[in-house]
């Protein structure tokens, strides 16, 4: 038996504290991915309305949004045409997107922070993997891409070790 467990009342209550940690550990994984996609839309966003957009990608997104076959190349060549800082807040918003979803899912999770890095960490690849598939991106973009963001969500989760309350088991 568990230590600390004293007879069948205890039994019960250790039984429902476990039940309930498979509950939090479910819902963490969704919970982070949804911080990460949701901070990492806004900070892009806010990004993008901070900085003067270069007329090229504005006709770029025009194209885009009409659905013309020639958007691709028309945003590569933007792509040039953008400000450096532009271009470092986007991957710094895929950082720390990454960050904060693994922060959100120790904290919903309670315990289990080092899967729960590895799955956001692997899953902050994936989606900055479509974003550059998708839209072309400079090449040190799609380095750092698959660099920064894993390793902000590592770095998190091995932080969440020495600093956030564990739940009872």
Request: hydrophobic share 60%.
């Amino acid at each position: 038996a568990p230590s600390g467990v004293d007879g069948a009342y205890g039994l019960l209550r250790y039984a429902a504290r476990m039940k309930l940690q498979k509950i939090r550990f479910a819902l963490a994984l969704p919970a982070g991915i949804l911080v990460m996609a949701a901070f990492t839309s806004l900070l892009e966003n806010l990004a993008m309305r901070l900085v003067e957009l270069p007329q090229s990608m504005l006709d770029a997104q025009a194209l885009m949004q009409k659905g013309d076959a020639s958007w691709r190349d028309a945003m590569a060549a933007a792509m040039h045409d953008m400000p450096l800082g532009a271009l470092v807040s986007i991957v710094a918003a895929w950082t720390v997107g990454a960050a904060l979803g693994v922060f959100a899912a120790c904290r919903v999770a309670g315990a289990n922070f080092v899967p729960l890095s590895i799955a956001v960490a692997i899953l902050s690849v994936a989606f900055v993997s479509i974003n550059l598939v998708a839209i072309p991106h400079p090449m040190w973009m799609n380095i750092a891409g698959a660099v920064l963001p894993p390793l902000a969500a590592l770095a998190v989760g091995g932080l969440a070790l020495t600093w956030m309350p564990r739940a009872k088991a």
